[in-house]
């Protein structure tokens, strides 16, 4: 009857459960990093946005919506990286006053400004460029939110109204005139 039960030397050794233990965390931190990227490219589909030439010789690019229908891409403001979100809704570029302290960005002070949480104060600054995927306008003005949260900078129509937009189903053309 004994020889039913299994004995102590049949069970897995300490070094075995350590690397068994081992395995499954390390199992888990890549489903985690995949996942998170996966995520990341739900949020951002345009990651690094391609610059077109028409047989016209206009520079264009896609971007792609993402699961929110909005409009997020790479860009550079200063030559430094940035995440735009397209925001046909807002006049001026608008960024978060962590953003520009990043950029070391010129404050002056620029009033008040009506936004979806109410009414705030605000600073102005000229960007010397905004570029997405070679799209580049230069001597920007902008926005400075204090309050607005999150690390994109909102691309207002200051930028997007010296470039062509063409909307079809969930892309959008930004492409020079």
């Not at 960005?105 to 979806?116: D, Q, V, W």
């Amino acid at each position: 009857m004994a020889e039913g039960f299994p004995r102590t030397d049949d069970m897995p050794s300490r070094l075995g459960k350590v690397m068994l233990i081992a395995a499954w965390v390390v199992g888990l931190a890549l489903l985690v990093l995949f996942f998170q990227g996966h995520l990341d490219r739900q949020h951002n589909p345009n990651p690094d946005p391609a610059l077109r030439v028409d047989a016209a010789g206009r520079s264009s690019v896609e971007l792609r919506q993402n699961r929110l229908g909005h409009y997020v891409t790479a860009g550079s403001i200063n030559g430094a990286p940035v995440t735009f979100m397209v925001d046909t809704g807002a006049t001026a570029v608008a960024l978060p006053l962590e953003i520009a302290r990043r950029l070391e960005l010129p404050l002056l002070p620029g009033g008040m400004s009506k936004t979806a949480n109410g009414v705030v104060q605000t600073w102005s600054t000229r960007l010397d460029s905004i570029a997405v995927a070679g799209l580049t306008a230069h001597n920007v003005r902008a926005v400075v939110m204090p309050n607005m949260p999150g690390d994109e900078v909102l691309l207002g129509m200051n930028y997007l109204r010296r470039f062509e937009l063409i909307q079809r189903g969930d892309t959008l053309t930004v492409r020079e005139p």
